[in-house]
């Protein structure tokens, strides 16, 4: 079996915990989501525990649903892989967030939670056979995310940033 082939479940579960972190709430306006809404486009490269890296490039598209639930769609495409990715997040108290995503190319899914502090989001993504960690730093209009994924024996880690088009 091929290397790619062989990390394509961390990377959709990659994908899965990509997109979560990219909606997460760092200041909001009114409601936690109300800063996401609309689409996003950007760029960034995943990383293989090799070390060799890959340019990927994603699309998304936010919609809040009331003050606390948002609505993900995320599409993401490289050379050798793309995925198709949807999630909901719910936000409870003055800084917990809780969600649910499904890749839908891989039919794959899984839940993430955590925190929001200030401009600086720290979450923990699962799937069955694979965790992800993630940071996520608001800069104005420009979200930028770093996550480490560990599972399938491989670690993948990618730095990605999106912007609202």
């Known amino acids: 079996m091929r290397t790619l082939d062989r990390l394509s479940p ?60 948002l609505e993900v769609r995320l599409r993401c495409a490289s050379d050798s892989y793309n995925f198709d990715l949807t999630g909901h997040l719910a936000a409870a108290g003055s800084n917990q967030i809780s969600g649910q995503w499904t890749e839908n190319t891989r039919g794959i899914g899984g839940t993430i939670g955590g ?22 730093i608001m800069h104005g209009k420009r979200q930028d995310v770093t996550i480490s994924s560990h599972g399938g024996g491989e670690i993948v880690s990618a730095s990605i940033s999106m912007s609202r088009r």
């Open 115 to 136: 925190t929001a502090n200030g401009d600086r989001m720290l979450m923990h993504v699962e799937s069955a056979g694979f965790s992800a960690d993630l940071t996520m």
């Open 10 to 69: 961390i990377r959709a579960f990659l994908a899965g915990a990509v997109t979560l972190s990219l909606v997460l709430p760092a200041v909001a306006a009114t409601g936690p989501f109300a800063e996401f809404s609309g689409n996003w486009s950007g760029n960034g490269t995943i990383r293989q525990h090799s070390g060799s890296g890959e340019r990927i490039r994603c699309n998304a598209t936010y919609s809040p649903r009331g003050a606390s639930n």
